[in-house]
Nanobody, 116 residues
Framework: QVQLVESGGDLVQAGESLTLSCRVS????????MNWYRQTPGKQRELVGQ????????FFLGSVKGRFTISRDSAKNTMYLQMSNLKPDDTATYYC?????????WGQGTQVTVSS
């Protein structure tokens, strides 16, 4: 029922900013905890950040803390990952995810590439 669609990935230069979107269908984002993950080829996905049901950022990966912010727009049923001062190490496929055991919901991912 629930579907997640990421968008906004792009090729950017180090130091630039980029905002990713995750549109949710089949459910109200205000009822979910939502996560952003990222994955580099050859590595496991890592949790980048989390937003709770009240719109509060409850977790950030240490390497992105202070540079990334998660927000949401209830009217659009969309979550955002705002990234600033991007670094080459931020290069990855970014995924939005709703934990809903036993069947978590994942988007297909959007590619972010940061060049030096």
């Amino acid at each position: 029922q629930v579907q997640l669609v990421e968008s906004g990935g792009d090729l950017v230069q180090a130091g630039e900013s980029l905002t990713l979107s995750c549109r949710v269908s089949g459910g109200n984002i205000n009822t979910f905890v939502m996560n952003w993950y990222r994955q580099t080829p050859g590595k496991q996905r890592e949790l980048v950040g989390q937003i709770d049901r009240y719109g509060k950022n409850t977790f950030f990966l240490g390497s992105v803390k202070g540079r990334f912010t998660i927000s949401r727009d209830s009217a659009k049923n969309t979550m955002y990952l705002q990234m600033s001062n991007l670094k080459p190490d931020d290069t990855a496929t970014y995924y939005c995810m709703i934990p809903f055991r036993p069947a978590d919901f994942w988007g297909q991912g959007t590619q972010v590439t940061v060049s030096s």
